[in-house]
């Protein structure tokens, strides 16, 4: 038993589209024109800007899927290049933020399906983390049936997004195209504006940035991709613009509508753009938003799992985690995930994560393309049926550099010192790690009896998709 390739080209592109777009797209263009000094010229310069920065940053990391075709990709690479304690590293801070992640967007995804029934007034706490619970765990069931199984509902779920967002973007055309005043007035002018400083910027690029996050999906789950050396970037060369192109026309046409203030100040865009426009449909746009959202929730799931499935088989998770059920999924790592998720919707409050998991992911960013040189000098006959060019990795790195330093720089706050913190903590868990039996005869049993209450099994091949020599790449890529 092992996991299946079962996602080509079609598909990857579909999993791109779900992972990508989920609530960025209805939460960032607040963000971002707050940062910009609502700058309407600014704001879409820097949402276009974000685009070409994750393309070549996608691109780069490309290399990783392609080289090491496994699951968890990026996990088993940094313990290759960098040593376990980096790999370790990126593991602490993933196991964090993915279930920090996931219960925002779940309680978020709450919050839009509730909030038509409280016109006028905020939903209650009690129903939104009931129902974020609901969705998590139906959510975990699904991922259980197995990647074909999530990839037929992601297909599902972006055609709706996908139909949501066109309508946004369509009806903002057709409102500058009739030349009304109202529509037109805030981009006339529009470089006359104030301009941010580059502190204001850094942020602003966060918060662009973030409605980007979830193009690593593919080298996450490259174990699972067909002919990865090929659909990995072809997926990425196509399905990244296609998202930029709506991102940008959306932008347009919540400033079509809404004034930057507006825009600010409101809690859900879609929504205030609905209700002044047609608002009988605020119920479309909130199953959109909904859908939108469940659908970049299932594939972080996915992300998630795959790497505490392969950080489990390089030893440093519990081996349970790397077993599979009879539909090839890692059934003991998306139950952890989703427990961790689950204890956060009932502890935390619907907080603003943007910023500091954006710092999380371009320093784990950073460090991939670090490894991605050193690798290169000290195994240059390895075979990479994709190779990035240079410009490329080096233009990532300076990407994660300005993003991380210049907030730190600028603007020093206490809770960027916590988040580092936080960060080079994972170091002291791992010397505890290595330093603890973890082969006790107790855990075996414990091991023993999860394994029969699951019905899961080892994998059979542990360096399955492992790419070391060409003749091992014949069977993978053809």
Known sequence: MQLLRAIGFFRGNILILSATIGAGIFVSPKGVLKYSSLNVAVSLSIWAACAVLTLISALSHAELGTTFPISGAQYYFLKRSLGSSVAFLNLWIKLFTHPLRLATESLLLSTYTIQPFYAGCPAPELPKRCLALAVLWSLGLLN???????????????????????FICFTGIV???????????????????????????AEAFLQGLFAYSGTSILNSMAGEIKNPGKNIPKSLITGIPTVAVVYLLANVSYLAVLTPKEIVSADAVALTWTDKIIPSMQWVISFGISTSVFSTMCCTVLSASRMIYRASQEGQLPFIFSMLNKH????????????????????????????????????????????????????????????????FIFGSIA??????????????????????????????CYWIHVHLNQHSVSFVKVTCYLQLLFNVSPPEDHNEGISTEKSDLKEIFL
Request: proline share 6%; aromatic share 8%; charged share 15%.
């Open 144 to 166: 259980a049936r197995g990647v074909q199984t999530v990839a037929w509902l992601q297909t599902v779920s972006t055609l709706a997004k996908m139909t949501v967002l066109c």
């Open 399 to 428: 990407i994660s550099l300005f993003l991380i330093l210049t907030p730190l720089i600028k603007t020093p706050k206490m809770e960027h010192v916590y988040g580092l913190i936080f960060i080079f903590s994972g170091l002291l």
């Open 328 to 391: 090839s999924c890692p059934t003991m790592a998306v139950s952890q995930l989703i427990i961790l998720t689950s204890i956060v919707i009932i502890t935390s409050d619907l907080i603003n994560l943007i910023r500091y998991s954006g710092l999380a992911l371009w320093f784990l960013r950073g460090l991939h393309m670090i490894g991605l040189l050193k690798l290169r000098y000290q195994e240059p006959n390895l075979p990479r049926p994709y190779k990035v060019p240079l410009p």
């Open 175 to 201: 409102l500058l195209g009739m030349g009304e005043r109202e529509n037109v007035a805030r981009f006339e002018n529009a470089l006359d504006a104030e301009l941010p400083d580059i502190s204001q910027i």
